[in-house]
T-cell receptor, first 114, second 110 residues
Framework: NAGVIQTPRHKVTGKGQEATLWCEPI?????VFWYRQTIVQGLEFLTY????????DSGMPKERFSAQMPNQSHSTLKIQSTQPQDSAVYLC????????????FGPGTRLTVL | GQQVQQSPSSLVLQEGENAELQCNFS?????LQWFYQSPGGSLVSLLS???GTKHTGRLTSTTVTKERRSSLHISSSQTTDSGTYLC????????????FGAGTQLIVIP
């Protein structure tokens, strides 16, 4: 079991560029979560898929951020026109079903927007 | 407001001492997880304990759901235990998103 895989581990973009972050959940897990971690805000929920369907995107910034889960084996988080305030560690987690099941986190993608 | 409050915010121990970390939450929780994060590292799930007492290795977690509190006891601390310990709950929602506390930074000195 390789655990949750996230790529790239580090990404540096210039202001205004696009960033796409990838997540591969643990095989057999139906729920995928995206979180963001900064020193100031701590850990914040972004969005959640179950069986590839979007369930809760209440934490996603309304503009520039989008997430998809085209198949069971990967999810993407896309940030258009990146801004310095988007700099953070983006964490993906998966669980068997969601709800009260234990969540397992990937290593994260550290995004730096210059 | 703060849904999950952790105390203390930081703790310095001599190697071999025990640590007691606290987590208080302001809403119901059907899921409660304790995580460990090393500096610059990801979150490692230590225990899932929405109620009762659970043990794993040198870790013991006790959650009293009615009183909305949980504790994590680390016995015989080691320098490798140094890092941040985070408590997270789901606030009783079937949606499953976790709400995190600010964490307790533990430093174990030799």
């Amino acid at each position: 079991n390789a655990g949750v895989i996230q790529t790239p581990r580090h990404k540096v973009t210039g202001k205004g560029q696009e960033a796409t972050l990838w997540c591969e959940p643990i095989s057999g897990h139906s729920a995928v979560f995206w979180y963001r971690q900064t020193i100031v805000q701590g850990l914040e929920f972004l969005t959640y898929f179950r069986n590839q369907a979007p369930i809760d995107d209440s934490g996603m910034p309304k503009e520039r951020f989008s997430a998809q889960m085209p198949n069971q084996s990967h999810s993407t988080l896309k940030i258009q026109s990146t801004q310095p305030q988007d700099s953070a560690v983006y964490l993906c987690a998966s669980s068997l079903w969601g709800g009260a099941y234990e969540q397992y986190f990937g290593p994260g993608t550290r995004l730096t927007v210059l | 407001g703060q849904q999950v409050q952790q105390s203390p915010s930081s703790l310095v121990l001599q190697e071999g001492e025990n640590a007691e970390l606290q987590c208080n939450f302001s809403s119901t929780a059907t899921q409660l997880q304790w995580f460990y994060q090393s500096p610059g590292g990801s979150l490692v799930s230590l225990l899932s304990n929405p109620s009762g007492t659970k043990h794993t290795g040198r870790l013991t977690s006790t959650t009293v759901t009615k009183e909305r509190r949980s504790s994590l006891h680390i016995s015989s601390s080691q320098t490798t235990d140094s890092g941040t310990y985070l408590c997270a709950i789901d606030r009783g929602s079937a949606l499953g998103r976790l709400h995190f506390g600010a964490g307790t930074q533990l430093i174990v000195i030799p």
